[in-house]
């Protein structure tokens, strides 16, 4: 939260919209947050498009999304990208959270590919 009242958590539309890309473009993709389980989210009715609702009514994706992995569980050795996503969230969960710093830093040592958008680059 920001202040008393004001939600935050991960942008949706920043998470829905790479996520079809991804799966375009024939990767499989896995969905993690800092603790694990269903992380906060935020969603503009404003910007919201097809992909977004289609991501929104997706009973599989929604399941992934609810059950998304620790990222104290990710070996980063097992991926070729990482992509940050941002929303006003991670400029609290990202800066100081050793298992994203060891994700982003092994990708990278690797020649991986290590992406971030909008509040995502917090996570670097």
């Avoid at 539309?13 to 993690?32: H, Q």
């Avoid at 929104?56 to 097992?78: E, F, R």
Wanted: aromatic share 12%; proline share 6%; net charge negative.
């Amino acid at each position: 939260k920001m202040g008393e009242n004001k939600a935050t958590g991960y942008e949706h539309t920043e998470l829905a919209r790479a996520y079809w890309v991804f799966i375009a473009n024939g990767f499989s993709v896995d969905i993690a947050s800092p603790q694990g389980g269903k992380p906060p989210v935020v969603i503009d009715g404003e910007d919201m498009g097809a992909y977004d609702y289609a991501f929104l009514n997706d009973k599989v994706i929604q399941q992934q999304v609810a059950n998304s992995i620790p990222l104290a569980n990710i070996n980063p050795d097992d991926y070729e990208a990482v992509y940050f996503v941002g929303g006003k969230g991670t400029m609290f969960d990202f800066p100081n959270n050793p298992h994203i710093h060891n994700i982003a830093k092994t990708l990278y040592q690797n020649n991986k590919v290590v992406s971030a958008v909008c509040h995502g680059p917090a996570a670097l």
